[in-house]
């Protein structure tokens, strides 16, 4: 049998053509490993035969194929997209200048063949600005052509060039990639938050800047002649005798000033805000000459970061008080002998989550055999400290040694573990993935660094040294296809239980056991064979060269009837799997088929990959136990209520046909209310007799208390009320009901009967009353 | 991005401010009866119902009776130019939009010679309260027609009577697009004009209130009618603009319920000739304001104009050292 070569790959999925490759899809793999076969040392890197799963047939040289790499690391804000893939950029390019259509084919290919080009360039090590790597191939492919530079291809590939809207360092994936990764997002996230610190800092300095600025402008030293001079400036300067402005600003009134000190307060406050080292200075900052350099923010082990946090903290400190103080003057609210004590006894245990977000956060990179080993541990007390420390731990090598039971001491191994450790922490923003994942894990490594509490990052870098003629891409996908290590997600930020903040969907198919992927080859008589291939850790293990010695590969002739392959052997019964051995399909070099009988060693390795697996499925909500037993038992009691309606309705009289659930009652609508006027009741009809004021509808106009303004007073929100009676006339009263613009006085009748003329006043007041 | 610490000790310190707070040491000149010592009290309360400090509210008029208002608050003031009331308030807002900005401004200041920057205030929505005090006639110049006199008006300067009919301040300003709140008020019933400023001050964007005001000395018995006929007034109600109160609701039982968001009806309402419509016609705080849509990534301090007009310039510099080119020497 022969495994599909990808020059004779089935119709639609030419890999030579540059058909995409989507992380996971494993049936477009092949792979080379040429290495010798392993002895039994336990020796280190690619010591064992070639073998490749079959599944990683048909994928030859990536650098043929389009897929998610090499990564662009965008320059600047990228409008919130911090990476982006080569075939992405070149996507969007043709989108713009070349729709599909005749027209547009030639500009179309020459751009793919150009994008393969620098694919290829990259994947031999050359690193650049995208920009400067697509002016240098283009540059090449028209020297090829012989065309000059202002040639038709020239003037295609500039064409495509004017849609060009990003840039950045172009990176394949390697051993690099997660560090170069993660920090240029760490870097592109701080910087946004630097931004919004410096908007506020700047404003706040310039307030304060502004109250000095005025405060000076009325001292004396600002009323010189020469002050003004320069306050003025040159274009109107003999338009004015500066001397004699000097003189009559001089004899003015002084007037309030700033205390001594509160202008030191001020001064000390924008000393501190002008000097801050947890951002650069920005676009709109004062640049000072002696400005010390900016922290730096980015460290490779725990304890530097932990110490360095330390040491900054002070200053921290000292920071958070002066925005409060600053933000007090601006408002002319600070009150020396009330605030000064507050100031004084500010310690770090005040300092609120809030104010940390304020600034970067610590970014830690460990990584597997270039790090202390001890630092995995530290790095669990720093996040356990809840501090905004991140931290990524690269693992090269998930296997460890050739024990072929999962490793229990090797940093490797321990990291695979470290992070659903993590997960307990509660409080820690989790996220493991292969390397292979990064550009499609864009968003979770965003959420995760602007996460403001502590955040771990694992990656898989696929660059294990015993597996060298595996390409990292393909590694570390193979990494998460076979579970060995595979991609979740803990956010504690979205929500209040596990549901909301687990999640294992990334990864392939995540409700079986092992991700099923097609393969195609061709049978003896050259037929097409179509067969459902799970992908197993197995398979993974495989590619190690340290493993080969646990893998025969049988030839046709050896086969037997109770060979299986392994995702079948793993569910058989322990009683049962001693009746068969188990095998994987491999390919060798010249992509002829075989199968290749495995050791019990990596069955048992890959049962227990296969119970962590399913351990975290569970976390991630499906298959969860506690969910299906709660199922069974309501299946169980929902079947024997069924049944025993059912031994009832046996029993019984034939029933009456079941008349049919009654409609739900549809309420009618309820008619919208008319708006009535608020009726409220009546109140007690005031005496005609007394003398009343609505002073709710008084308009303050003044013409009652210009009449007698003790008579007529206003209230706190000055409409008028009778304040005393007794204080004016009867006459008085009248003139004022007459004068009143809105009619609210009431007379009622006069309390002095002597008053003159009080027929005349009564019947004045009678429309009143 | 205040720190809870920062808002805890800002609002140990907020003021206790009365009434009295607000009132300057200069009583107010207006004749005994003038409508603005009613539209002068409501917003004094508004300040202390609000506790606004005063040192952060500025008042901004322009010419005329109702432009000495700012002179009788105990806040700022800008007494301005005629017609250039809601400009100078404008400028006041770009360059401090922490302070609460009020303009008063009358019939003629406003709908006359103040008529375009009135249009471009609405549209700009900026964030301040435009109080348009409408007694139909040039007052503090002793009677002259106004854009707002009705037709027939004998004044100094129509001895024959106005010959035009008014102009509708609620119509032009629900026409001009951006426009974010217009209502109107009566200087008649103090509490239904407390309740529309409050409204008003409270809606971000260019709040416009026109508020009918009796000028005892020159238009005296203008609105005798609506003053003693409660019916001829229309009181738009609505949960989502004003409730009377049960003892108003007895005396203007003439009420229509009055979606604030429905601009159509608005438009109605505003033309209304017969009755006064009294409420809130219009709001819509989905607008945007002006000084939110300028505002920048960062403040133009000193260094950023600096930093900025040398890039500017290096872009042009020729640097002799480099024979010619355009940029700076290493």
């Known amino acids: 049998m022969t495994a599909t070569h990808p020059e004779t790959a089935h119709a639609g999925d030419n890999a030579r053509q540059g058909g995409e490759v989507r992380n996971g899809d494993m049936d477009q793999v092949a792979l080379d490993i040429a290495s010798p076969r392993m002895t039994d040392a336990d020796a280190g890197p690619a010591v064992g035969p070639a073998l490749r799963p079959a599944l990683f047939a048909r994928y030859g040289d990536l650098s043929k194929l389009r897929y998610d790499f090499p990564l662009v690391l965008v320059d600047g804000d990228g409008g919130g997209r911090f990476l982006q893939s080569l075939t992405s950029v070149v996507d969007g390019i043709l989108r713009e200048v070349a729709p599909p259509g005749a027209a547009a084919e030639s500009l179309r290919r020459q751009v793919l063949r150009l994008e393969s080009e620098i694919r290829a360039q990259v994947s031999r090590g050359e690193s650049d600005s995208l920009s400067l790597l697509w002016k240098r191939t283009a540059a090449d492919l028209i020297t090829e052509k012989g065309e000059s530079v202002f040639g038709p291809l020239a003037t295609k590939l500039d064409h495509a060039r004017e849609a060009l809207h990003v840039d950045g360092a172009v990176i394949d994936c390697d051993e690099d990639t997660p560090y170069r990764v993660l920090v240029h997002i760490w870097t592109a996230v701080q910087a946004s938050k630097a931004k919004a610190f410096r908007k506020k800092v700047d404003a706040l300095v310039m307030k304060l800047s502004d109250i000095l600025k005025a405060d000076f402008m009325k001292s004396d030293k600002a009323h010189t002649q020469e002050a003004l001079q320069s306050a003025v400036g040159t274009s109107f300067e003999s338009a004015f005798d500066f001397a004699a402005m000097s003189r009559v600003l001089s004899r003015g009134p002084s007037e309030d000033r700033l205390s001594e000190d509160r202008r030191r307060r001020i001064r000390a406050v924008l000393q501190v805000l002008q000097s801050q080292r947890f951002y650069g200075p920005g676009r709109a900052s004062e640049r000072r000459p002696d400005q010390p350099e900016p922290y730096s923010f980015v460290f490779d082990s725990c304890a530097a970061a932990l110490d360095a946090f330390r040491d900054r903290l002070p200053e921290m400190l000292d920071f958070v008080k002066v925005l409060t103080i600053a933000e007090l003057e601006i408002q002319n609210k600070y009150r020396t002998a009330l605030h000064d004590p507050v100031f004084a006894h500010f310690d770090e245990s005040d300092l609120s989550e809030d104010q940390l977000a304020l600034f970067p956060s610590y970014l830690v990179c460990l990584r597997d055999g270039r790090t202390d080993p001890a630092e995995t541990l530290r790095a669990f007390e720093t996040l356990a400290s809840g501090l905004p420390v991140k931290v990524l731990v690269q693992t090269d090598d998930i296997l460890g040694t050739t024990s072929p039971e999962p490793p229990r001491s090797s940093f490797g191994a321990g990291s695979a573990r470290l992070a659903a450790m993590a997960v307990g922490l509660n409080d820690t923003y989790v996220f493991q993935t292969a390397n292979a994942n990064l550009y499609r894990a864009h968003d979770r490594l965003v959420t995760g660094m602007r996460y403001e509490g502590p955040a771990l990052f694992t990656v898989y870098s696929g660059a294990t040294p015993s597996a060298a003629g595996v390409p990292p891409y393909l590694l570390s996908a193979a990494a998460t296809e076979s579970r060995a290590f595979p991609t979740f997600v803990y956010d504690p930020a979205v929500g209040p239980d596990l549901a909301t903040r687990f999640d294992i969907t990334d990864n392939p198919q995540a409700t079986v056991d092992w991700p099923v992927h097609d393969l195609f080859y061709e049978d003896e008589a050259l037929q097409r064979i179509d067969e459902k291939v799970p992908f197993t850790h197995v398979d993974f293990v495989a590619c190690d060269a340290r493993y080969a010695r646990y893998c025969e590969p049988a030839p046709r002739a050896n086969w037997r009837d109770d060979m299986i392959p392994a995702a079948d052997y793993l569910k058989l019964a322990p009683e049962r799997s001693l009746e068969h051995s188990a095998y994987i399909l491999t390919v060798d070099a010249g992509n002829a088929l075989s199968r290749t009988v495995v050791d019990d060693k990596l069955m048992n390795a890959a049962r227990h990959c296969a119970d962590a697996w399913r351990r975290l499925q569970e976390l991630g909500g499906v298959n969860n136990s506690y969910a299906n037993r709660l199922l069974a038992r309501e299946r169980v009691a929902w079947e024997e209520q069924k049944a025993q309606e059912l031994a009832e309705l046996h029993t019984a009289e034939p029933p009456a046909p079941e008349a049919a659930p009654p409609a739900e009652a549809v309420a009618p609508p309820i008619p919208a209310a008319a708006v009535e006027p608020a009726e409220a009741e009546e109140p007690e009809p005031a005496n005609p007799d007394e003398a009343w004021i609505e002073t709710a509808r008084c308009t303050t106009c003044d013409e009652c208390t210009q009449i007698n303004n003790r008579m007529f007073a206003y209230n706190e929100n000055k409409q008028a009320f009778i304040a005393d009676l007794g204080a004016g006339t009867y006459s008085q009263m009248v003139e004022a009901a007459e004068s009143c613009q809105v009619s609210i006085i009431h007379p009622g009748k006069p309390r002095d009967p002597s008053e003159p003329n009080l027929e005349d006043l009564i019947a004045r007041a009678g429309p009143f009353i | ?330």
């Open chain 2, 1 to 330: 991005m205040s720190a809870p610490l920062t808002q805890c000790l800002l609002r140990l310190l907020d003021g206790n401010y009365t009434l009295t707070d607000y009132q300057s040491d200069t009583l107010p000149r207006w004749c005994t009866g003038c409508g603005d010592n009613s539209i002068l009290t409501a917003v004094q309360r508004l300040c202390r119902d609000e506790q606004l400090p005063p040192e952060k509210t500025v008042f901004v008029s322009g010419i005329g009776c109702s432009s000495r208002l700012p002179h009788y608050m105990n806040a700022y003031g800008f007494h301005g130019l005629h017609g250039r009331a809601l400009p100078v308030a404008e400028g006041v807002k770009l360059r401090r939009p922490d302070l609460h900005v009020f303009v008063t401004t009358g019939d003629g200041d406003c709908c006359s010679i103040g008529a375009a920057h009135w249009i471009h205030a609405i549209r700009y929505n900026m964030d301040m309260t435009v109080l348009l005090h409408d007694n139909e006639v040039y007052g503090l110049t002793k009677m002259q027609a106004s854009p707002t006199s009705p037709r027939g008006l004998k004044s100094n300067t129509t001895p024959r009577g106005a010959l035009l009919d008014p102009l509708n301040p609620l119509t032009v300003t629900l026409g001009v697009a951006n426009v974010s709140f217009v209502a109107q008020a009566v200087d008649w019933i103090p509490e239904v004009l407390f309740d529309i400023i409050t409204q008003a001050y409270r809606h971000k964007g260019c709040s416009f209130v026109r508020v009918l005001q009796r000028c005892p000395e020159f238009m005296d018995h203008r609105f005798d009618p609506w003053v003693q006929d409660p019916s001829k007034m229309r009181v738009l109600a609505h949960a989502d603009g004003i409730q009377l109160k049960p003892d108003l609701s007895r005396i203007y039982r003439n009420q229509e319920t009055h979606d604030p968001s429905d601009l159509h009806r608005a438009r109605e309402v505003a033309s209304l000739t017969e009755e006064i419509p009294v409420g809130v016609l219009y709001r819509n705080s989905a607008v945007p304001c002006y000084e939110d849509l300028r505002e920048g990534e960062r403040p133009n301090t000193p260094g950023l104009i600096r930093t900025v007009l040398n890039e500017e310039f290096d872009k042009f510099t020729i640097w002799p050292e480099d024979g010619g080119g355009t940029a700076p020497p290493e």
